[in-house]
């Protein structure tokens, strides 16, 4: 059983921080001012250097661990929130019938323009089905007066949240079946993966990169729709990679907490981030 020592480790350091990211994103739904969202992004990136840092110092390091997946936890939950009530409001809007469509804001973009997205920042507008002359935007009366209503009427009355337990459950079922997926092709096939690394590194920075700048800058619907198909891609690769690696340091005879640790993190991120692309894009399709 030795050589399974580190197997063992891993996947009970792993199973311990999606138990503890489960809780925290039970409690929390919604940050309550901006500077306990900062604070949780903050605190996150902090725990992660610890963890990194105090990797092999048996027992801290499973503390920094249990801490780390507390603050992922607790900005976990205000997320699938965010997600779930973008989901219910197209719903409702659908039982309005009320449609959308969008105009370019900027018609004679330049070829520079388009190549950094300018012409996807468009203005989103909406009509009846009823009345398509007569359009509104988001900053409205009309729109209000729909987003008032609700928050009233649906929100409050949970309307449409099994419909979106649906989506988390499909989103959980993907998830797992990757990581399944993932460790089956490992173990199967005798392929090196670790060539994977650089390729992975690279493109995840990538996304990173155009997120944050389609975030705050070119705020593109379906560019963000593309980044979560990007995303599930990337890190599906990743679970293959970081199996591989662990596949490779049991045969290696490492037991070590210090790789425990890291390969349940990097496995624990891979699983997290797989899971809200596959939400983002389910949550769309719905």
């Known amino acids: 059983m030795e050589p399974n020592l580190l197997m063992s480790r891993t996947f009970l350091i792993l199973g311990g921080m999606l138990i503890v990211t489960t809780l925290t994103a039970r409690f929390n739904k919604a940050y309550e001012t901006t500077l306990e969202a900062v604070f949780t992004i903050g605190g996150t990136f902090l725990f992660l250097i610890m963890v990194m840092i105090y990797a092999d110092s048996y027992p801290l390091n499973l503390v920094m661990v249990a801490i780390f997946s507390g603050f992922i936890g607790w900005s976990l939950g205000p997320t699938i929130a965010y997600i779930g009530e973008r989901f219910k409001f197209r719903k409702y809007l659908k039982s309005k019938a009320v449609l959308s469509k969008t105009v370019k804001k900027n018609p004679n973009a330049t070829f520079v323009e388009k190549m950094f997205g300018a012409d996807d920042e468009k203005k989103y507008i909406y009509y009846y089905a009823s009345e398509p002359a007569k359009t509104f935007d988001n900053m409205s009366d009309e729109f209000k007066k729909l987003k008032d209503d609700f928050n009233k ?134």
């Not at 963000?224 to 690769?237: A, E, P």
């Open 153 to 286: 009427n649906v929100l409050s009355h949970d309307k449409y949240n099994q419909e979106w337990q649906n989506v988390v459950f499909q989103a959980m079922t993907g998830t797992t079946l990757a990581v399944i997926v993932a460790g089956a092709i490992v173990a199967y096939f005798p392929t090196d993966f670790s060539f994977l690394g650089i390729f992975l590194w690279i493109s995840l920075l990538a996304l990173i990169v155009v997120e944050v700048l389609n975030a705050f800058v070119f705020k593109s619907e379906r560019r963000r729709i593309i980044y979560s198909y990007c995303g599930v891609v990337i890190f599906s690769l990743y679970l293959i990679y970081d199996f591989n690696y662990l596949e490779k340091a049991i045969a290696a005879g490492d037991n070590s907490w210090g790789t425990a640790v890291r390969v349940a993190v990097n496995l624990y991120l891979d699983i997290i981030n797989l899971f809200l692309d596959l939400l983002e894009i389910l949550a769309e399709s719905n």
